[in-house]
């Protein structure tokens, strides 16, 4: 089966290529000039992360009939989700062959989560981040025991939170594009045990004494998407939970 794909594209190409499709094109951070010719020609348009992309592949669908996905490879859980939906819209081998890659990994992440769950179950999360992530990711910590009592996104549209309500928990807050004065006072209110969001947010939380990780991109550690990176998602939320330092800590106009 031949398809398109967009948004960390070579870790997922390596894995959907386990299951013996074949990828045609990449858009649009890897692409080329053929490849970008050859996209008319695929069977199936799949995105990991967009905000622009999805309108692309919906009118390559209305006019083309190219059918495209919304995959997420954040945690198992949806990594198994998705590779079957993916699997649905090609025959018996390539379903057979997305099976085959499931069960590969399933003990190597099972090692992952017996590993860290035990020290992350039940910890809260709040998360303020752009693409799909601040839906995405939810799985991910949900594989780890944690709760996401708070999410939302920097420039999402009415779609992403439609498509959020499909992740989240009743009584998750939820905000859109708020300043960094809201986003304090919300964290402050709820208390997680963590925040997750970009650098522009990273010094405040550190002051507040709160636990953070940068989620916009891997400049400090990463990738967290793939079977691979939920080893490293993993290590990396307990190292900032764990981490004695937080207490130690105090704002300097709170001495």
């Not at 089966?1 to 499709?21: H, K, P, Q």
């Not at 939810?138 to 499909?166: K, P, S, W």
């Not at 650098?199 to 691979?228: A, C, L």
Request: proline share 4%; net charge negative.
């Amino acid at each position: 089966g031949d398809y398109n794909i967009g948004g960390d594209a070579w870790s997922s190409r390596i894995l959907l290529e386990e299951m013996g499709l074949r990828v045609i094109s990449q858009w649009s951070g890897d692409g080329t000039i053929g490849e970008i010719e050859n996209t008319p020609k695929a069977k199936l348009n799949v995105l990991h992360c967009y905000r622009s992309m999805n309108y692309i592949s919906r009118h390559m669908e209305e006019k083309y009939g190219i059918p495209w996905v919304e995959y997420n490879f954040f945690g198992p859980t949806m990594i198994e989700k998705s590779l079957r939906e993916i699997a649905s819209h090609f025959d018996d081998s390539i379903k057979a062959k997305a099976e085959e890659v499931i069960a590969k990994y399933k003990p190597l992440m099972q090692a992952v989560v017996d590993k860290f769950k035990p020290r992350l179950e039940g910890k809260t999360v709040m998360l303020y981040i752009g693409g799909l992530r601040p839906r995405h990711v939810i799985g991910a910590y949900e594989d780890l025991g944690m709760i996401v009592v708070g999410t939302g996104y920097e420039f999402g549209h009415n779609d992403d939170y439609q498509r959020t309500t499909h992740y989240i928990k009743d009584a998750t807050l939820i905000y859109d594009d708020v300043t960094g004065y809201e986003f304090e006072h919300f964290v402050d209110k709820v208390k997680p045990d963590l925040v997750g969001s970009g650098i522009k947010e990273k010094y405040v939380f550190q002051k507040m004494g709160v636990p953070f990780r940068q989620m916009h991109s891997w400049d400090y550690s990463g990738p967290y998407h793939g079977y691979d990176g939920f080893a490293i998602f993993a290590r990396d939320m307990d190292m900032a939970i764990s981490s004695p330092i937080w207490g130690l800590t105090k704002a300097p106009w709170k001495t």
